[in-house]
C-alpha cells in the first residue's frame, strides 16, 4: 500500500488525503507505521532541522525549536523569526543525538521529526511521549520539502493552508522564468562554498534543483556520477569537470572572510566560471535559506537569487 493510499484510507474513507476523520483526528503514515494525532495540537515540538518553518508558515508556533546551523535566535532564520511573535521557544540540538529528556520535560502534544535523522530505538522513545512524525522513507534527513511541508500541513489540521503555501511559492519560481528569457536553457551549479575531506558538496539534481526548472534554467552535465545517497560530492581536482559547463556558478558563501578564503583558492581561480566572470556568491542568508528548502526559505530564494543569476548572464 502506497503511503498516499494509507493515509487515505486512515481518514476514515475520506477521498481527501489529509481530511479529518468522523472521529476528530488525523493518521499520518511514516517510515515507522503509522501516528494517530486525535486533535488539532497545541504544544507542537519541532525535533528536526528544518520542521519550524513549515509550523510558522501555517501560524503554529512550536514549544520548541532544534538549532541546525548559524546561531540564529531560536533556531529562526530571518524568514521565519516574524512569525515567532512574542514567543520565546526552547532550543534544542543534536549535538549529541535528539534530547528526548528536555523533550519530554516539555509536555507536548505533537513531535515533528522528519528532518531528524529519526531511528527507530528513537521513535519509540519520542512516541512514548506524544504522538511522533517520522520521515517517510528511508533517507531519515531531508524530506523534500513539498513532502514535508504537506505531511506536517495534515499533522497540524492545515492541510489546505499548507497545499495553497506551497503552491504559491510555485508560482514565484514560475513567474520568474516567465519574466527572465535569458535564463532559458541556462545550466547553473550551486555548491558549497567549502571543502570536506577534499570534497565540495553540490546541490544534485532533483528536488532541490526544481526551482531552477521551473526559472527555466538546467542543471549542469557531469553531475550523476558523484551523487550517491542524495548527495554530490565532487572532489576538488574533479571540480574542473563538471563546473566547466555551467553557465552560472552559485557558491554557498556564508561570510566576506569565506568568500575571501575562496577567491584565493588557486582552483577557484583556474575554474572557466572565474576567468568568465559567471561566478555568485550568496551571503549568509540565502545560503541558509538554500539549505533549508522550505516554504518559507523559498520565497528569499525567489526574490534574491534571480537578480544575481541575470547580472552574471548579461
Same mark, same amino acid.
Given at each position: 500500500m502506497t503511503a498516499g493510499l494509507a493515509l487515505a484510507t486512515a481518514a476514515c474513507g475520506s477521498q481527501k488525503q489529509g481530511a479529518v476523520a468522523s472521529d476528530g483526528?488525523?493518521?499520518?503514515?511514516?517510515?515507522?507505521? @503509522?501516528t494517530k494525532i486525535p486533535a488539532a495540537p497545541k504544544r507542537v515540538v519541532s525535533a528536526g532541522f528544518t520542521e519550524q518553518d513549515d509550523l510558522l508558515a501555517l501560524g503554529v508556533v512550536p514549544i520548541a525549536i532544534t538549532d541546525w546551523f548559524g546561531a540564529e535566535p531560536f533556531g529562526t532564520w530571518p524568514w521565519a523569526l516574524p512569525k515567532l511573535g512574542t514567543a520565546q521557544p526552547a532550543v534544542l540540538n543534536q549535538v549529541n543525538g535528539i534530547q528526548?529528556?528536555?523533550?519530554?520535560?516539555? %509536555?507536548?502534544? *505533537? =513531535?515533528?521529526?522528519?528532518?531528524? /535523522?529519526?531511528?527507530?530505538?528513537?521513535?519509540?522513545?519520542?512516541?512514548? =511521549?506524544?504522538?511522533?512524525i517520522a520521515q517517510s522513507g528511508q533517507d531519515a534527513f !531531508?524530506?523534500?520539502? %513539498?513532502?514535508q511541508a504537506n505531511t506536517i500541513g495534515q499533522a497540524v489540521f492545515k492541510s489546505d493552508d499548507m497545499t495553497k503555501l506551497?503552491?504559491?511559492?510555485?508560482? %514565484? !519560481?514560475?513567474?520568474? /522564468?516567465?519574466?527572465?528569457?535569458?535564463?532559458?536553457?541556462?545550466?547553473?551549479?550551486?555548491?558549497?562554498?567549502?571543502?570536506?575531506?577534499?570534497?565540495?558538496?553540490?546541490t544534485p539534481p532533483g528536488w532541490r534543483t526544481e526551482f531552477l526548472t521551473q526559472m527555466g534554467c538546467k542543471d549542469p552535465d557531469g553531475i550523476d556520477s558523484y551523487v550517491k545517497d542524495d548527495r554530490a560530492q565532487v572532489p576538488?581536482?574533479?571540480?574542473?569537470?563538471? *563546473?566547466? /559547463?555551467?553557465?552560472?556558478?552559485?557558491?554557498?558563501? @556564508?561570510?566576506?572572510?569565506?568568500?575571501?578564503?575562496?577567491?584565493?583558492?588557486?582552483? !577557484?581561480a583556474a575554474l572557466a566560471s572565474t576567468k568568465n566572470g559567471k561566478n555568485v556568491f550568496t /551571503? %549568509?542568508?540565502l545560503a541558509g535559506a538554500l539549505a533549508f528548502t522550505s516554504v518559507l526559505s523559498y520565497p528569499v530564494v525567489a526574490d534574491q537569487l534571480p537578480p544575481m543569476i541575470a547580472r552574471v548572464l548579461t
Open positions: 483526528s488525523v493518521t499520518i503514515t511514516h517510515a515507522f507505521g @503509522e528526548v529528556d528536555q523533550i519530554a520535560a516539555l %509536555k507536548p502534544d *505533537l =513531535i515533528v521529526a522528519i528532518n531528524a /535523522g529519526l531511528d527507530q530505538d528513537t521513535y519509540t522513545k519520542l512516541s512514548a =511521549i506524544a504522538p511522533t !531531508f524530506e523534500p520539502w %513539498k513532502d506551497v503552491a504559491a511559492v510555485d508560482a %514565484k !519560481f514560475t513567474d520568474v /522564468g516567465k519574466n527572465q528569457s535569458s535564463f532559458k536553457d541556462k545550466r547553473v551549479a550551486i555548491l558549497s562554498a567549502t571543502t570536506y575531506q577534499d570534497q565540495y558538496d553540490l576538488k581536482d574533479k571540480l574542473a569537470s563538471v *563546473l566547466d /559547463g555551467a553557465d552560472v556558478v552559485v557558491w554557498k558563501t @556564508e561570510s566576506d572572510e569565506q568568500q575571501a578564503a575562496l577567491i584565493a583558492d588557486p582552483t !577557484f /551571503g %549568509k542568508d
